[in-house]
C-alpha cells in the first residue's frame, strides 16, 4: 500500500481502532491530526497531501485524504522521505521533530504533550500499516 493513499489511510483507521494499547493510550484524546507531505509534484503530490484522523477517546471515528492544506487540530508535516524513514522505524517522531524535519504546523508541542504515549501508539500501528 502506498503512504497517503486511500487505501493506506482506511487500513490505519482500522488497525487504530483494532489496538487495544492505543485505545488505552488516547482515551482522553478528542480531536484530529492530521499527518501531512509536503508537495512534490515528482512524486504525486503536485500540491501536497494529508490522511486526517478523526481521533476520539481512543478510536479513529473516520479518515480522509485530501489534497493539500489539511484542517485539522494538529497537523505535522514532512517530506515523503521522512515519512517513509518514520514509518520504517529508521527515524523517531520526536528526534524528526527536534531536527525539524517533522514539523507541527498547527497545534502546540504543549497541548501534545499530554498524549505522549498515545502519540508513540501512533506511530506504532502506522508503522504496521506501512
Known sequence: ??????????AYC???NESEAYRKA???WEG??????????????PKGAAVVLD??????????VVEGEAEADFVIEADLATW????EGRLEPLTALMRGLL????GSI????????AAQELVKVAREVA
Not at 1 to 10: I, K
Request: proline fraction near 5%.
Open 1 to 10: 500500500m502506498e503512504l497517503f493513499q486511500e487505501a493506506w489511510a482506511q
Open 14 to 16: 482500522r488497525k487504530l
Open 26 to 28: 488516547a482515551a482522553t
Open 32 to 45: 484530529s491530526l492530521a499527518l501531512a507531505v509536503r508537495p512534490d509534484p515528482a512524486l504525486g503530490f
Open 55 to 64: 481521533l476520539w477517546h481512543g478510536a479513529c471515528r473516520g479518515v480522509q
Open 84 to 87: 517513509q524513514e518514520v514509518l
Open 103 to 106: 514539523e507541527l504546523k498547527r
Open 110 to 117: 504543549a497541548a501534545l504533550a499530554p498524549y505522549a504515549q
